[in-house]
């Protein structure tokens, strides 16, 4: 079987299931694990990623409004892949190819390859995928064994947990302000925290810096949507924010990579819960930082 994956959750779903052999295009934003850094990329981009926060988002909504592709797929490269099978997902247009241009696509190779997209909103939805993709690529007994490993290091992060759970804060964006939803919430539950911002499958909202304070939190968890640590850091150096930096000054803040660990929906979530109760209480963890902004003149 051929496959194209469209996101790097996918991708990664893949390849744990043990089918990286199977795959044959990939998106520009794969990058997980390193045998498939050499493979065709099949989707691009015009945001540049290396802009601050506030311009990527002013990128993307001008792009939107225009009625412009924030993810824009080649069609002739997947065309000459000739891929049986193209994951894909249907839940934020900024983060794939679009659902319908997918499916407008498959319509014009022949022979058509199967389109399986993806639709987690929480943990329960990536078990789910986790599923389809092993039962599309006849790894059903594959899939059903890595859902249960995962299920199960959840489980003994949960039973480890400490009373009473801290209120947490995650933020997935810094500007504009925006804090994690979906699976976030039940990562931090198995932490042994209380998300006191968002709900297990919403999505994720847009807030005020004014309106963090009275949620009365204990912990902020800082994990950018797309960005690494290193990119973190540097945006909350540059955060520019008297509320921001107060509530940071007062409450204690983490860094974790968001980018890997937690925006996507695939088999390292489980690895992203970790990594929160890392930060809630203090363990040293290699990929998981306190930070505390500079004072300023």
Do not use: F
Request: aromatic letters at 4%; one cysteine or more; proline letters at 7%.
């Amino acid at each position: 079987m051929r496959v194209v994956t469209l996101l790097p959750a996918a991708t990664e779903i893949v390849a744990a299931l043990g089918g990286a052999g199977h795959l044959v295009g990939i998106s520009h934003e794969c990058d997980y694990p390193g045998s498939v850094h050499g493979l065709p990329r099949v989707t691009s981009t015009p945001v540049d990623p290396s802009c601050s926060s506030a311009a990527i988002d002013a990128e993307v909504r001008r792009l939107r409004e225009a009625g412009r592709p924030v993810i824009a797929v080649d069609a002739e490269q997947i065309r000459k892949l000739r891929p049986d099978l193209i994951i894909t997902q249907g839940l934020c247009e900024v983060c794939a190819v679009s659902d319908g241009e997918v499916y407008r696509l498959a319509e014009a190779i022949h022979p058509a390859p199967r389109i399986l997209s993806l639709a987690a909103r929480d943990l329960g939805g990536i078990w789910r995928d986790i599923q389809d993709v092993g039962a599309a690529l006849d790894r059903g007994d594959e899939a059903k064994e890595l859902v249960l490993g995962l299920q199960g290091r959840l489980r003994r992060l949960r039973t480890s947990a400490v009373s009473p759970s801290p209120r947490v804060l995650c933020i997935e964006w810094l500007e504009p302000l925006y804090l994690a939803g979906h699976w976030v919430p039940e990562l931090v539950a198995a932490a042994g925290g209380e998300d006191v911002g968002a709900r297990a499958g919403s999505h994720s909202a847009r807030r005020e810096w004014a309106e963090l304070p009275p949620l009365r939190p204990d912990h902020v968890v800082v994990m950018l949507c797309g960005l690494d640590m290193e990119r973190a850091r540097a945006e909350l150096e540059a955060l520019d924010h008297t509320e921001a930096l107060a509530l940071m000054r007062r409450v204690p803040t983490s860094i974790l990579d968001g980018n890997q660990y937690t925006s996507r929906p695939g088999p390292r979530v489980v690895d992203g819960a970790e990594q929160i109760r890392a930060a809630l209480t203090g363990v040293p963890a290699g990929e998981v930082e306190r930070w505390l902004p500079a004072v300023r003149c």
